[in-house]
């Protein structure tokens, strides 16, 4: 009966609670309050209460995908060779199309900016969340949103070239955090793209998973050397 349900569900809490709910100032004054005016301590309750959100959509998604998961699990260790060409070959696309579109966009965004700043953290375990979140449970939440839900879905009622451009251009949009900022839309869009497309080339969200995670970590390791 749930599995009925699940898809909006699972779009109704990444909306209500990471998109809206973490926006709202009420949330950033409940942890101000919390932390008795500790502005640094209402920082890390934020910071946590992101970190739990993300664990609470990772939990759901495999509870709700389990037996599609375990299936593209199989699929993709039967065709690992296919798709680690398409892993590779879509994480060199990404990085040169970021470098060429980085030439004309030299502004950073607040994104990129707050990911430094969680990753200067001191304590060990916010540290630990953070990688976590940022290299591995992120990147399957967004591929379950973005590529599994909103453009697999999306497929059934229009064209692929539509369902892929409209749920990128999401994918955008959600790592832009004002107005100011809105022209980096566009090395998220092309990420995205990319991202889309290997889905629904290898039609497996491990695939796209993959290279979600592998596009993260070299990320995270470029903020920490540079």
Not at 35 to 53: D, P, Q, W
Not at 55 to 67: G, K, Q
Not at 151 to 175: D, M, P, Q
Request: charged share 15%.
């Amino acid at each position: 009966m749930i599995k009925k349900y699940r898809i909006p569900i699972v779009l109704m809490y990444y909306l209500l609670v990471m998109i809206v709910l973490s926006s709202l100032p009420i949330t950033a004054n409940i942890m101000n309050f919390v932390a008795r005016g500790n502005v640094e301590k209402a920082i890390e309750y934020l910071t946590m209460f992101f970190y739990l959100s993300h664990f609470i959509l990772f939990v759901a998604c495999y509870l709700f995908f389990r037996e599609e998961i375990k299936e593209k699990g199989k699929e993709f260790l039967l065709n690992w060779k296919k798709n680690f060409k398409y892993i590779v070959v879509g994480f060199i696309t990404i990085i040169i199309a970021n470098v060429v579109i980085g030439i004309f966009l030299k502004q950073q965004g607040s994104n990129q900016e707050a990911l430094s700043s969680m990753q200067e953290g001191t304590k060990s375990f916010m540290l630990l969340c953070f990688y976590l979140v940022t290299v591995v449970i992120g990147p399957i939440n967004e591929e379950f949103i973005f590529r599994r839900i909103i453009l697999g879905e999306g497929r059934k009622y229009f064209s692929t070239g539509i369902a892929l451009i409209f749920s990128s251009l999401l994918f955008g949009l959600i790592h832009v955090h004002s107005i100011k900022e809105i022209m980096l839309v566009i090395p998220y869009l092309f990420t995205g793209i990319v991202l889309g497309f290997l889905y629904y080339k290898s039609d497996n969200i491990v695939t796209s998973s993959c290279l979600h995670i592998v596009n993260n970590l070299f990320g995270v390791i470029l903020l920490a050397i540079v």
